[in-house]
């Protein structure tokens, strides 16, 4: 056998690019495939290491690797359909370029992409605002509008006209908002917990806010602009969301890993541990106090 030889035949067995009843003229080559499989398992491996590291842990203490890690996983699986060339279909382009790596009439957009981020967005903000201790309601309406962000991003995308620049205005005034919450609210709630908690969070929420940053420009320049090759969006998409997710997780799981989840407001108790009583009329029920909010894993004991 040959080894020399490129295996990768996803594209093709796929449908090369075929869907909807049409092909897309502006979509990746196996060169593309086989950097969305490089990433996929890169993914992968990132969540088998943090599933490993929080049996280093009690049950008591992995939530933030359960999280982590369910953040990988998503994208791991995100990454397997990109490389296969599924997940995505072909949408007539605003802007008609003469580079022959752009030119064409519909450029192929993965929307799968964004069903990673939909799932996925969301649980870095709840990793990132559980560790500063934010209270449940702005943690929850944070993510709501995180959720408009992404989505107003996927409409953009699939927009041929003109219009998809005012989606991606929409989700540029909604990412505004969600990097104020972290890099100014909640930061202060972090550095009130202890200066250990303030450093971790600190290093967490700069890193991500500042690659957050360059996701609208790789937006602009793909989705938006038809200004560079899929294959070359691939790499760009790619390598942020290797920062932003194994990085980033490996990053916050060494800021935590002195740093008990009870000082956090996150009270969770494993099956086998007593259940504390009130100590007096006016004492609330310790079994409730998680971030202001009872957890039904809390009051119930269940495994975590």
Known sequence: MDLSKRTNKAIEVNGDHFVNGAASDIAITTHGSDWYFTVCAVMF???????????TKPRTHRIF?????????VAAIAYFTMG?????????????????????????????????????TPLLLMDLLLTAGLPWPTILYTILIDEIMIITGLIGALVYSSYKWGYFVFGCVAFLWVAWTVTVTARKHAYALGA????????????????????????????????????????FYGILDILAKPVFGALLLWGHRNIDPARLGLHIRDYDDPIPAPTGPHEKDPRTHNNGVGDTAVTTGAQV
């Open 65 to 73: 690797h359960y999280i982590t890690a369910a953040i990988t996983m």
């Open 196 to 235: 250990d908690v303030g450093k971790a969070y600190t290093i967490c929420g700069v890193w991500t806010i500042f690659l957050w940053f360059l996701y609208p420009i790789a937006w602009g320049l793909s989705e938006g602009g038809n200004v560079i090759a899929p294959d070359s969006e691939a790499v």
């Open 84 to 120: 296969a060339d599924l997940g995505q279909t072909g949408i007539t382009v605003e802007f008609m370029r003469s580079n022959p790596k752009v030119s064409g009439g519909l450029r192929e957009i993965f929307y799968v992409r964004y069903i990673d981020w939909v799932i996925t």
């Open 45 to 55: 491996v990132t969540t088998l290491a943090f599933i490993g590291l929080s049996y």
